[in-house]
Nanobody, 126 residues
């Protein structure tokens, strides 16, 4: 059974760093497109970063220059390195994977993704 499991969320002060991990298991194929999303109560889930099979990355404007997405196929793990964290980065972070063989021109559309993890909480205090 295909599964994504996130970890690494924590409470940190503004300016701090965290690295989130997402371990994929049960998939019969290599990932073609994976992404990180985040959500706060009462708001829609928003895309943060995406990466395709050749390593092309896409970032939301709000995290450019601060967050870095990477993928270790050997470890079947997706990462999100977050630096210079701000209180507005506080959210539940989710990893996602599409069953398609490409990310497409809109990598932050939630409908594009077929598999989701349960989320890991990131809290940034000022």
């Amino acid at each position: 059974q295909a599964q994504l499991v996130e970890s690494g969320g924590d409470s940190v002060q503004a300016g701090g760093s965290l690295r989130l991990s997402c371990v994929r298991s049960g998939f019969a194929y290599r990932s073609y497109c994976m992404a990180w999303f985040r959500q706060t109560p009462g708001k829609e889930r928003e895309g943060v970063a995406a990466i395709n099979i050749i390593g092309t990355t896409t970032y939301a404007d709000s995290v450019k220059g601060r967050f870095a997405i990477s993928n270790s196929n050997a470890k079947n793990t997706l990462y999100l390195q977050m630096t210079s964290l701000k209180p507005e980065d506080t959210a539940m972070y989710f990893c996602a994977e599409t069953a398609r063989t490409y990310c497409g021109p809109r990598p932050f559309m939630t409908d594009n993704y077929n598999y989701w993890g349960q989320g890991t909480q990131v809290t940034v205090s000022s």
